[in-house]
């Protein structure tokens, strides 16, 4: 930038750039404006759905124990978002479903690339997990409850390293095949970079398709939209997101864990993608949630809204 | 396979209009990206505290070191103005010039040019910017007539043999104007390119861009201007910095402007950042098998330094990751249970842990087979990039 004052505050708020400069976007209810400008980039799938992780994937990995009241207030906010998929269940063992089944609509079960990660995480090998998310899966689709299936490790893991997607696929086929009805692909520790992204995708869409996975990227080393984008110009249709970037990563404390939604949603907005979800109301959502773990929020997005 | 699976409330509406996406230009990228630190100037500029003179060499000393082609070193501005810089013949003077890095310094006027070829500048950088409100605001005049100010400055170069590099501001956005077409773009930077700026760098100076106004913008001016000319430097302030970063490699971009631990903030939204960070850049470069030159650890270095030395954290996502490897190492010494070493701060390395002087350890990545590993905190790819100052 130029030689610009240190304070120049006779600007543009973001609320009002958002407000009358569409070309930032502000999908609200599953219809852009017809008026509104957009800029799409060609090959990119038309609606992108937004799976919320904050309530369970963010909240899991916050030190802070969130009061029920808390929680629940913060899910009811996220529902009148607009995004059409809010995680708040936890991994079951097959003893539970019956109890879960009262009140889920929807089940997830946790695989992973790598045999150590599986090991230390799970206590058990990638065979014996996925026999036993057979029993789950299989129960849940008796009871009509579908089931998502995830993949730890997709780009890499903590202690084995280098993850081959030939594993990652083999993986998630079998978990495609057990009947889960998408794959989330994940990038545990945020290690992956649009090269390597392509290169376990390209491989997993030859089983898999497109419609059918999902990408969970951590944006523990900053790469988390990068390779967002890069799988939305796969083909791939679903990402996951926590509100305010909620969830550190595990293994390296202090580091940042999931993408925010916040964050996603503006690229998303300004790509021309639908996604249903009003950005304010998300914005809003990951306002109340950090007053109430007390904590600053990781979406940009947000900081740069607050702050302005 | 026989399933039934329960059909989710919104089905996806997209899936039909999907056309076959051609994977060719997802992977198309160049070979080399010279990568162009701003933090020296653009980063310290808008840090609020004044930075001593002697702090202000030692980072750029650490930059060079760190293997960056281009290190922006400061700015003939009037300190009346940009009171960070005024100590900018010293700042020239004081760094070491590393054979093979070239140190431009920002010229904003012919005064400024001439106090900087006084004080030994090997190259000037100008700026004008794309839109008319901006420029009026900033510069108190038209954008025609701070091309003309740029010219003369260019003429003089010209005849002292210095190369000049152009900036264009606001090329994604303007906080005055909002939306800032293409074709304006497009115009200004041809004029900065025949006017005889060797390169011009298109900045998305408040951070509103995404992928693809960014691909508009660059295929408009790419209609007038080679692309071997054109950089990019883009702001994280809604945290697209790397997407869009990303879409320009796409396009054929091969200079990318980024600043160390991200610094500088943006001064039009408080508290929000601003510059990308070269370390999370690199780290992108690096995994994509891309040549830069650069040796993350050390610059990683020179982030921690200038992080203490300004009292702040970074903004790198790859230094916050990185500082806390220690934790992930006890980790595992103690055979993976969850035993917490005493916190560090993000910029203090802890000199147990250091097998390289400077203390800070980046661990390198294993084979892929690597069993019963230590814990690992930077990407494993084939290019063992980050084992020396010239690797990539």
């Not at chain 1, 070309?23 to 599953?30: L, M, Y």
């Not at chain 1, 939209?225 to 791939?236: D, R, S, V, Y």
């Not at chain 1, 996951?240 to 993408?259: E, F, H, Q, T, W």
């Not at chain 2, 990545?365 to 290019?383: D, K, R």
Request: aromatic residues 6%; charged residues 20%.
């Amino acid at each position: 930038m130029g030689n610009v004052p240190s304070a120049v505050k006779h600007c543009l708020s973001y609320q009002q750039l958002l407000r009358e400069h569409l070309w930032i976007g502000d999908s609200v209810a599953g219809a852009l404006d017809p008026a509104q400008e957009t800029t799409q980039l060609s090959g990119l799938p038309e609606y992108v759905k937004i799976v919320e992780v904050g309530p369970r994937d963010g909240l899991q990995n916050e030190k802070v124990i969130v009061p029920t009241d808390i929680k629940i207030e913060f899910i009811n906010q996220l529902s009148q978002t607009g995004l059409s998929v809010i995680e708040v269940t936890s991994f079951v063992s097959s003893r539970w479903v019956p109890q879960v089944a009262a009140g889920a609509t929807e089940i997830s079960v946790f695989g992973a690339a790598s045999e150590s990660f599986s090991k230390k995480n799970i206590n058990c090998s990638i065979e014996e997990s996925m026999e036993k998310f057979e029993e789950v899966v299989k129960s849940a689709r008796h009871m009509n409850i579908p089931a998502r299936g995830y993949v730890s490790c997709a780009l890499g893991c903590p202690y084995e390293g280098n993850i081959t997607p030939q594993k990652v696929t083999e993986v998630s086929k079998r978990l495609y095949g057990m009947g889960c009805y998408e794959i989330s692909l994940g990038d545990t520790i945020g290690v992956g970079t649009p090269g390597s992204m392509k290169r376990m995708l390209e491989s997993v869409m030859k089983e898999i398709p497109p419609s059918a996975l999902a990408v969970h990227c951590h944006d523990t080393y900053g790469q988390a939209l990068a390779n967002i984008l890069t799988a939305l110009q796969m083909g791939i249709n679903t990402a996951d997101s926590a509100v305010s970037g909620l969830g550190g990563c595990p293994y390296a404390k202090g580091a940042s864990g999931n993408v925010a939604t916040e964050d996603l949603i503006y690229m998303l907005n300004g790509l021309g993608l639908n996604t249903g979800v009003n950005l304010y109301k998300v914005m809003e959502a990951g306002d109340f949630i950090c007053k109430a773990v007390n904590k600053t929020t990781s979406s940009k997005v947000a900081q740069a809204s607050f702050n302005a | 396979m026989a399933t039934t699976r329960k059909i989710l409330p919104r089905r996806l509406v997209g899936l039909a209009s999907l056309r076959a996406v051609s994977t060719s230009s997802v992977g198309t990228f160049p070979k080399r990206v010279k990568i162009v630190e701003v933090g020296a100037r653009d980063g310290l500029q808008n840090e609020k505290n004044f930075v001593s003179t002697s702090t202000k060499i030692k980072l750029i000393d650490m930059l060079s070191e760190a293997g960056l082609p281009v290190i922006e070193a400061t700015s003939f501005v009037s300190p009346k103005w940009v009171p960070q810089m005024a100590d900018n013949a010293e700042v020239l003077k004081g760094i070491q010039k590393f054979p093979g890095i070239n140190y431009p310094v920002l010229t904003p006027n012919i005064k400024g040019f001439q106090a900087a070829v006084a004080a030994g500048a090997k190259e000037v950088s100008v700026f004008v910017a794309a839109s008319e409100l901006f420029t009026k605001r900033n510069v108190n005049c038209s954008i025609d007539e701070s091309l003309q100010r740029s010219d003369e400055i260019l003429r003089a170069a010209r005849a002292a043999a210095i190369p000049v590099r152009g900036y264009v501001s606001c090329v994604l956005g303007c906080p005055y104007e909002g939306k800032i077409s293409p074709a304006q773009v497009a115009e200004v930077t041809k004029k900065m390119y025949s006017m005889g700026c060797y390169e011009i760098s298109l900045g998305d100076t408040i951070g509103v861009g995404t992928p693809g106004i960014m691909k508009d913008m660059l295929s408009a001016v790419m209609h007038e201007v080679p692309v071997a000319a054109l950089a990019v430097h883009c702001h994280d302030t809604y945290g697209q910095a790397l997407a869009n970063t990303l879409m320009a490699l796409q396009m054929g971009v091969s200079v990318v402007d980024s600043s160390v631990a991200g610094l500088g903030g943006c001064p039009y939204a408080q508290g929000a950042s601003g510059n990308l960070a070269t370390e999370d850049l690199v780290y992108m470069l690096s995994g994509l098998g891309i040549h830069t030159g650069v040796n993350l650890q050390k610059l990683l270095e020179a982030g921690t330094f200038i992080c203490q030395a300004l009292n702040r954290k970074t903004s790198s996502k790859v230094a916050q990751a990185t500082c806390k490897l220690s934790t992930r190492r006890s980790l595992l010494q103690k055979g993976g249970k969850r035993q917490e070493r005493l916190g560090l701060s993000p910029s203090l390395p802890d000199p147990s842990l250091s097998e390289k002087p400077g203390g800070l350890r980046v661990l390198l990545p294993h084979g892929p087979t690597g069993s019963g590993v230590e814990c690992l905190g930077v990407p494993w790819n084939p290019a063992p990039w980050c084992s020396g100052p010239t690797s990539g």
